[in-house]
């Protein structure tokens, strides 16, 4: 098995008002030896905002802002902006999170030049019913059936909000950090499968239009399924892809119900540079896994959830949230990592 060290917690709520009920889950760019985390933010009522910090090095906190750096500003965020992920591609960099209307939960995107100013562009998945999905890939020979067991939230949130439209939630927006073949790429979840797009030269393309006929092959953007016991319940993004000579590695979360609920597990897999589609290979086994107490307690028990990573050398830090309440550091030699995975690679039915 690969050695993971863990470093410890990196930063913890604070009594600020923004962040007095937890901070998680930050997107990570690193910028020569400076690594900018943009992390989840929470307060009271579980209202959330995109905090900012720079380290210095992979670990050093150096500076931390006091008010959040990107907030809810349209009906489609009113009840926060979550878990943002970040690439930075042709100079733009591109922050994809979750918006969170109090009902719906969906991938949105907001672009900048500079890290500091934030143009919104709104959401990027589709937005369509729970039966509407159900219609579209209807002749999609191999959904599995955990897809209609997820994905129906009619009933369970519409008590609360009983005026808002009901959507199929599509989140882990995660962009491929460079394009392939002139377009952009990105990987999206709508549970329990990690999906792809692949071929979009003008993110404006991603329209109704386009989503119809994406769901009418929906089958066919499947590119990780569950497999392993460690995430048997479900699997999503988790960090940016890295481009390697042996392919792109991913590092992303898996769900699995246990006696004590859901335990998400840091995981990695290698996907083929030139057709993302393909995968090349697994662990078996998680990365790492809750297993420290400020890992196994927290707001939401028993989460690694891996968001965001920097390059150091060899060392490849791995940044993620613990127990929804605070943000911890891996660290992995990248080197031994990709070892590891041509020792596990799987056959592909693509």
Request: neutral net charge.
């Amino acid at each position: 098995m690969i050695a993971v060290k863990k470093e410890g917690v990196l930063i913890q709520k604070t009594e600020l008002i923004f962040e007095n009920e937890g901070v998680l889950n930050p997107a990570v760019i690193k910028e020569g030896d400076c690594v900018h985390l943009f992390y989840r933010a929470v307060s009271k009522g579980n209202y959330s905002s995109i905090g900012y910090c720079k380290l210095k090095g992979p670990l050093t906190v150096e500076h931390r802002d006091q008010a959040p750096v990107i907030v809810s500003e349209f009906d489609y965020e009113s009840h926060g902006v979550e878990d943002p992920r970040i690439v930075k591609i042709e100079g733009i960099y591109y922050l994809t999170y979750t918006a969170f209307d109090g009902v719906n939960a969906l991938g949105a995107l907001a672009t900048s030049s500079d890290l500091m100013h934030w143009d919104k562009k709104g959401i990027i998945v589709p937005q369509v019913t729970y039966n509407e999905f159900n219609a579209l890939t209807a002749n999609n020979i191999r959904i599995n059936n955990k897809y209609f067991r997820y994905n129906n939230h009619q009933g369970v949130i519409q008590k609360q909000e009983p005026k808002k439209k009901v959507l199929l939630w599509d989140k882990n927006i995660i962009l491929f950090p460079r394009k392939i073949d002139g377009k952009f790429i990105f990987l999206h979840r709508i549970k329990p499968d990690i999906q792809i797009v692949v071929a979009v030269r003008k993110l404006e393309e991603l329209n109704s239009k386009f989503w119809v006929n994406y769901f009418a092959n929906f089958d066919k953007c499947i590119v990780m399924k569950p497999k392993y016991e460690h995430e048997a319940s479900y699997i999503g993004g988790g960090c940016p892809p890295i481009e390697t000579q042996l392919g792109w590695l991913i590092i992303y979360h898996g769900v699995q119900d246990t006696i004590k609920g859901y335990v998400y597990s840091a995981c990695a897999a290698l996907l083929d540079l030139k057709n993302p589609m393909k995968e090349i290979a697994r662990l078996p086994y998680p990365l790492f896994k809750p297993e420290l107490i400020w890992e196994l307690k927290g707001e939401v028990n028993n989460v690694c959830f891996p968001t965001g990573t920097a390059l150091f050398e060899d060392t490849l830090y791995i940044y993620y949230g613990a127990a929804d309440e605070r943000i911890g550091t891996a660290s992995v030699s990248i080197s031994e990592l990709m070892k590891e995975l041509m020792l596990n690679t799987v056959k592909n039915e693509k």
